[in-house]
């Protein structure tokens, strides 16, 4: 008979098991790290951390790049996702509910108008704009993104963005980033002053109380369900999500079992987007891994064409022998030919016929190839030209097709990035109490979003030649069949043009409120046709005044 051992079973309270799932979550990882690290050679070089002591390097990370017409586009495609989008400089999204009557009753309106204009300021006087524009050059170059919205005492939110390699995802059963896992560094003085001292570990304490505050200390930060929580309890450990703050060593010189912060969040901090996911995978792909092959093709006839640059401009030469010297077939040295004694002459050593026209020519192609698969014209248009003269109309016209493509980017992207961010910034406010008080009829009720940007209106704008085709054919048939105008409802029609185009709602008149106006429209135009009529009625009074009835005619008839 043979007996086993009992499975040790890891406390989720303790270190180790931060320790262990972190080991997991970074085999799991390991798979995506070789591409990574070929897109951030050949395209972001500023990008990617794959080992904790990478960071604060001076080194000139783009040298590799001999060619910047792929970093260039993608910088092209990032500030016209942050341009196209979620622009500082115009309105990109509002506030609703989903019962259209309850979104029209004036204090209500008013109060939605209200908190979505406070929450554009919270956006703009914190550093959203700028983590939000790393996330889309993440997303473009890696296809992932990643960053924590926190409560911050001065700016209400604060966004702590994390380039490829720093930070581990997880899904939950729905395919949906439920789970954010970050190793990186800090030095000691940074950590006493987030953790405060007592929270360090001896050996990190010791750091600090010798005055070596810059020592760097690899520090783990787990957000993922609280699975074990007390739902009686109101304590921050116990909220849906947890969080812990621990530093990530081996045992010699981390022996207390203690973490640096436990705390948690009422909903997930996490802001996650991917730019495309196959099937369950948690990590997503880009523009930039799917052209990465054309890149490495660029680069590589960018070094075959200045090659045979220099062999044509500064040739290799064959010399007499009488002239030593070294030997060489690189560009620009001699050889020396003991068998050429009959004459001084000197001539090429290698006979290159290097095409120029055709490797520009494969040069460009590339180039475009490129500039397509980072959609440069489509974001150009929007992130480069004056937006007050481009319209999200015109956006649709010129790149419909385009356009249909990235639905889906688009609608992952309003998912996974803006949704979260809008709905942590909701909460944070409402708990800041910056807000207006709540009206009676919203409490309780649900606030929906409603994306305005210029891409959200451009992708509905498509639907828009469907409607213009329709009055188009109306209007032509009016002249013949004047009747046919009964057949559209004109105050449906432009409620879906507004809208379409993301016109604001207070520039469009509610139905309850044209009742209103039709009828003092109506009482209107009446006493417009008495006042009219008054002259006409009474010059008929003056003149049945001034005629004699006494003689006999067809009024005195009447009369009598």
Known sequence: MTTTSPVKKIDTNSREFYDKALGSMDLERQSHMARWKTITDNLLAQAGRYVETDRNKGINREENIVDSTATHSLDVLSAGMQAGMSSPARTWF???TPDPDLENFPPVKKWLNDVARIMRRIFAASNTYSTLHQLYEELGAFGTGCAIISEDFEDVIRLYGSTVGEYYLGNSDRGIVDTVYRKYQMQVGQMAQKFGEKALSQHARGLYDRGNYQAWITVGHGIEPNRNRDLKSLAARDMAWRSVYWEVGSEKNIREDKFLRESGYKMFPGICPRWHVAGGDIYGSGPGG?????????????????????????????APASMKGRSSFLPGRVSFDPGNTANNTVKRAVDVNFDIGAAIDSIVDIRKRIQQGFFTDLFQMIALSDRKQVTATEVAERHEEKLMVLGPVMERNQNELHDPLIDNTFAHGLEAGIFPPIPDEMRGREVSVKYVSMLAQAQRAISIGSLDRILGVVGAMQPLYPEVTDKLNSDKIVDEYAEILGVDPDLIVSNDDLVFVRKERQAQLAQAQQREAL??????????SETDTQKESALSTAIN
Request: aromatic share 4%; hydrophobic share 45%; charged share 20%.
């Open 535 to 544: 002259p006409q009625m009474a010059e008929t009074a003056k003149t049945l």
């Open 94 to 96: 509002r506030l609703g």
């Open 290 to 318: 799917r052209v990465l092959g054309d890149i490495q093709q660029l680069m590589h006839n960018q070094d075959l064409w200045d090659l045979g640059k220099e062999y044509m401009a500064n040739p290799a030469i064959v």
